[in-house]
């Protein structure tokens, strides 16, 4: 493996939070991650978040608040800290997206769509978006997040380029 290879059975989740609901939606999606055979799950604030964890992960998983209408200042810190270096490095990585709104989180959905499209990652389930008060409802859908996140990646596989 070399080093720019994901490791077989990582998922990172990216996630910022200052109320503590979004880090709770990171910590349901982690849970349905982990109760995946396999699955090796890395959870981190996006601020210590680093190229190397997005390398080195089968696929991903982007946590954020609602911020003025659209996605925190970390997550997009963490998208310009990794966007130029990653090129060509992360072709149809698994993402999903989970945002903790207080008003619709449509601003936010989009910014980070658009970005995804830029680094070129497959979108694989539709987002969790927990408007207003978060429920028991809301962090069980963030746990089938993690769930299908972690079945759509390929573990144990290996993608090689060819010469």
């Keep these: ?22 880090e709770r939606m990171a910590e349901a999606v982690a849970e349905g991650a982990a ?23 089968r696929g991903l998983a982007v946590g954020t608040p609602e911020n003025f209408g659209t996605m925190s ?5 963490f998208f310009d800290r990794t966007f130029y270096p990653a090129q060509g490095k992360v072709f149809r990585k698994p993402y999903v997206v989970f945002i903790s709104a207080g008003n619709d989180g449509t601003g936010a959905l989009r910014n980070i769509e658009r970005i995804a499209l830029g680094y070129q990652f497959k979108k694989v389930y539709e987002p969790v978006i927990s408007k207003g008060k978060l ?18 990646v390929p573990f144990g596989t290996s993608h090689h380029r060819c010469p």
Excluded at 135 to 152: I, N, P, V, Y
């Design 135 to 152: 429920t028991d409802e809301t962090l069980e859908k963030c746990r089938e997040l993690g769930q299908t996140l972690a079945h759509d």
């Design 1 to 22: 493996m070399t080093q720019d290879e994901p490791k077989p059975n990582r998922i990172l989740i990216v996630y910022h939070s200052q109320t503590g609901n979004t």
């Design 73 to 77: 200042g970390m997550i997009k810190d």
């Design 35 to 57: 109760a995946i055979e396999g699955a090796d799950v890395v959870l981190k604030r996006a601020g210590e978040a680093t190229l190397q964890d997005l390398l080195d992960c």
